[in-house]
């Protein structure tokens, strides 16, 4: 069994700044690509940024320049830097995994999701 936990949401003042992390445990043997997406009430959940393994990284157009996304294989832990927040950035952020456990099976996992609000 995996699971992803996600930290970091919470309330911040436009222009502001958070930072999210993902842990992913259980019975992982290699985790592949991994991700955030966001979604709001009424509307799908979309692609803010993903990561492979060896660091390729692809942004949403909306926050190139603000989110940076990183990750730290060793730890099994995907982070998002969100930086000059807008209120539009509003929404629960998902993580999202890639893996492969260690029986060889392919899975894909999410998160809870946590919230982030940008509001004055």
């Known amino acids: 069994q995996v699971q992803l936990v996600e930290s970091g949401g919470g309330l911040v003042q436009p222009g502001g700044s958070l930072r999210l992390s993902c842990a992913a445990s259980?019975?992982?043997?290699?985790?592949?690509?991994m991700g955030w997406y966001r979604q709001v009430p009424g509307k799908g959940r979309d692609m803010v940024a993903t990561?492979?393994?060896?660091?390729?990284?692809n942004y949403v157009d909306s926050v190139k320049g603000r989110f940076t996304i990183s990750r730290d294989n060793a730890k099994n832990t995907v982070y998002l830097q969100m930086n000059s927040l807008k209120t539009e950035d509003t929404a629960v952020y998902y993580c999202?995994?890639?893996?492969?456990?260690?029986?060889?099976?392919?899975?894909?996992?999410w998160g809870q999701g946590t919230l982030v609000t940008v509001s004055s």
């Open positions: 999202n995994a890639d893996l492969l456990t260690t029986t060889f099976r392919d899975l894909e996992v």
């Open positions: 259980g019975s992982i043997f290699r985790i592949n690509d």
């Open positions: 990561i492979s393994r060896s660091d390729i990284t």
